[in-house]
């Protein structure tokens, strides 16, 4: 009895000890010393995109591309179709790494596949894998299965295992999340998949993603095929009783997929982001409470363009693996600069060639100027503190550990345009009499889609140095029938008995509207109901948008010019807050017209001006007509085209533009926004969003005829 009874001890100490052990092990491997994150995606559905690469970052949010961005691991070698995407990884318990990706080649086999890939590594750099073939694995009840896709993998806490979810399609039904266990060595699945959530409507869903917070688990996934959206099911248990709540957490109107959700390190804030992938971009939103979701896309930089993929953190040492593999000079070196002097959105790095332009505010000191370089992941830089550019260019020797060095050629200039700091579109400038300056008032820029919500304004002496005078509209809290697309105002003075007021008409949820101040820069008091939220009779398609408003030198009337695919005229009535409709006419001059009407008055003639083809599109331009009315009818010229692109500058979208003339003189000057310079080329139909606004010099001939503008980097000499 006594050696039984120490045996029993014995044994039930050891299991003890043992269980004690693996959960010492489990805790330690939860609390690694995190620094940075790594992304796992695949860029496109053609030849060769569909393969695994990897980016790093160290704040979750600006990411550069290992390996220039190629694959860090080929496709053809571990597919059966030639493809892979969607890539998963998940940190183990055990120490390893578990990706899990599509077998899938788009360009072959269209969205028709059959199988997953399943991958296993112990430092991120080697990796083996498994085909796993659903109808092969599984010929009882699902040997028909049509789509296999974007699988993930969670640790099943309460079974001990590897647990993989994923969707399948079978003739006839809908697209259906099933999950399976994985085998001990991550080399096929173990269990036949059972279904995991049930949509109420029994339809399709795919891309799911699980998150464990506060002891539930958020699946989110994608409504494929019916709003094509993002919505969530919550469940107590990881495997069964998934309530979804009706209602999409994307922060767009466009389709997205490929939800994937993280934590930020050492905060109690997690990231969803998802793949806009009629747009060619993704887009990211952070949330404290997995419900509420706030874009941050403003936060973002990126040197790539992601498909469907996944972040994890990771630690200094995987950071270092990961860099000494793949790292690259030109993705891990200087990324911008932190000196007031320069402008920071607009420099230019060219790392083939080994040189950076830094365009230089007025008034700078050329001769002794701190770029104040930021690199990434703390890549260090010689000489440091200021240099002197005012004689050519200076060297400068960038060094990143693990990578190397490189040589660069620096390069300072004045550069006045742009003008504001920022993004802005859509410039509106006036000269106040009253104050002795210039005010302009521009589209607040850099919100997805168009969606900025607010005005600002500028005031300058010198029409280069602009300063800003602060938020003079709030859509949501100023303008209850337009809460949104805040775009295009236009502004007039006009000197009454009792002194001076401005009249400012703007865009407000695709309306426009006018509000009244007694100073250029506001506060402006909306008048409580939109001016214009009709369309011209014969009028059936375009937008009420981008009022203009001009002031008739000859009649003393003031009129109103709006449209998007129309250009319509209207006579302002004396109080400016309301229209005389029996003088509409609709006086479109062309096909070329888009929107952006522009009017002005000089020697005797009105001119027209307006922007050609999208806001979006890299030929966005300028093209005018003339009349001997502020009604028409126009008068195009053969030659009208005034301000377009010059790709050889790297300056593209140039329109949407106001003129003004120095008070007493025979002198003009054009305003209007262009893509960001360098980046906004590389943007995509983001470009259409992120402008800024520069100002040339408008001359004419000596027949009036509106000569061509240069658009320029240098800008124009203050005033």
């Known amino acids: 009895m006594r050696n039984s009874t120490t045996t029993f001890r014995i044994i039930h100490w050891g299991f003890f000890m043992m269980v004690l052990m693996t959960s010492f092990l489990t805790a330690c491997q939860k609390n690694f010393d995190y620094e940075a994150y ?28 290992l390996n220039n961005n190629q694959p860090v691991i080929s496709a053809d070698t571990i597919s059966s179709r030639g493809g892979v995407r969607d890539p998963h990884i998940l940190r183990g318990e ?56 974007a699988p993930q ?56 993603d699980i998150v464990k917070k506060d002891g539930k688990f ?73 419900e509420n979701f706030k874009v941050v896309d403003e936060k973002i930089t990126m040197n790539f363009h992601p498909r469907h993929g996944c972040v994890i953190p990771i630690t200094g040492k995987e950071l270092e693996r990961l860099i000494a593999k793949w790292g690259t000079m030109e993705a891990l070196g200087f990324t911008g600069s932190n000196s007031k002097a320069v402008k920071s959105l ?56 693990g990578v190397g060095e490189k040589q660069y050629k620096v390069i300072a200039a004045i550069d006045n345009n742009p003008v504001l700091d920022g993004y802005y579109a859509d410039p509106e400038i006036i000269y106040s009499h009253k104050e002795g300056k210039y005010y302009l008032y521009p589209t607040s820029d850099g919100h997805d889609s168009w969606s900025g919500k607010y005005f600002e304004v500028f005031s300058s002496f010198n029409l280069v140095d602009w300063k800003n005078e602060g ?36 865009t407000a949820a695709q309306k426009i509207g006018v509000a009244v101040s007694d100073e250029p820069e506001g506060p402006f008091v909306d008048s409580g109901k939109p001016l214009i939220d009709w369309k011209p009779k014969g009028i059936s398609g375009g937008q009420e948008i981008d009022p203009d408003v001009f002031h008739d030198p000859i009649s003393g009337d003031d009129y109103l010019y709006w449209g998007n695919g129309y250009m319509a005229v209207v006579k302002l009535n004396g109080d400016m807050v309301s229209v005389d409709r029996s003088s509409l006419k609709v006086i479109t001059p062309d096909r070329t017209f888009r929107e952006g009407t522009e009017v002005f008055f000089r020697n005797g003639k009105y001119y027209f001006l307006w922007s050609e083809d999208v806001t979006r599109s890299p030929n966005y331009r300028v093209r005018y007509a003339t009349s001997d009315s502020p009604t028409g009818p126009l008068n195009i010229p ?4 005034i301000l377009a692109k010059d790709a050889s500058k790297g300056i593209y979208g140039t329109g949407h533009n106001s003129v003004i003339q120095i008070p007493g003189k025979d002198e003009w000057y054009i305003v209007y926004h262009r893509f960001n310079r360098p ?20 001359e004419f001939d000596e027949e009036g005829a509106i000569l061509p503008v240069e658009p320029t980097l240098k800008g124009i000499n203050p005033l």
């Open 38 to 65: 790594l992304f796992a995606y695949f860029v496109g559905n053609g030849p060769g995109q569909e393969a695994v690469h990897f980016a790093i970052s160290e704040d979750g949010f600006n990411y550069r591309a």
């Open 94 to 149: 055990d120490g390893n790494f578990y990706m899990v990706l599509t077998d899938l080649y788009v360009p072959n086999d269209g969205w028709t596949n059959v199988a997953m890939v399943m991958l296993k590594s112990k430092d991120l750099i080697h990796w083996t894998h498994s085909i796993v073939n659903i109808p092969e694995a599984f010929p009882e009840k699902f040997s028909d299965v049509t789509r296999v896709w």
């Open 153 to 208: 993998t969670i640790f099943d806490e309460k079974n001990g295992k590897y647990m993989v979810y994923f969707s399948m399609l079978q003739p006839g039904g809908a697209d259906i999340i099933y999950y399976s266990y994985a085998n001990e060595d991550f080399t096929g699945l173990a269990t036949e998949p059972e279904q995991l959530f049930f949509h109420p409507e029994g339809k399709s869903c795919i891309d799911g």
């Open 218 to 290: 958020h699946l989110f996934f994608k409504t494929e095929g019916h709003g094509n959206g993002i919505k969530k099911a919550v469940s107590d248990n990881l495997t069964e009783g998934y309530l979804m709540q009706d209602k999409y957490l994307q922060q767009t109107k466009e389709a997205v997929e490929g939800a994937g959700t993280f934590k930020l390190i050492g905060q109690d804030k997690y990231i969803l982001m998802y793949d806009v992938y009629m747009k060619g971009r993704y887009q990211f939103t952070e949330s404290t409470d997995l």
């Open 346 to 401: 607009n420099v230019v790095f060219n790392h083939e060639a080994g040189e950076i332009y830094l365009p230089v505010k007025n008034g700078a000191n050329l001769a002794s100027l701190d770029p104040q370089f930021t690199s990434f992941l703390g890549a260090d830089f010689s000489p440091k503190g200021a240099q002197d550019f005012s004689n050519g260019p200076v060297n400068y020797t960038l060094r990143v550990e």
């Open 471 to 506: 938020v003079i509209l709030d859509l949501p809290k100023d303008v209850p029938w337009g809460p949104r697309n805040a775009w295009a105002p236009a502004c007039i003075e006009k000197k009454t008995e009792e002194g001076y007021k401005y009249y400012y008409y703007f």
């Open 638 to 641: 053969e030659n009208n085209l």
């Open 679 to 698: 980046r906004g080329i590389k943007m995509g139909h983001r470009a259409g969003f992120h402008r800024e606004v520069c100002i040339d010099r408008l």
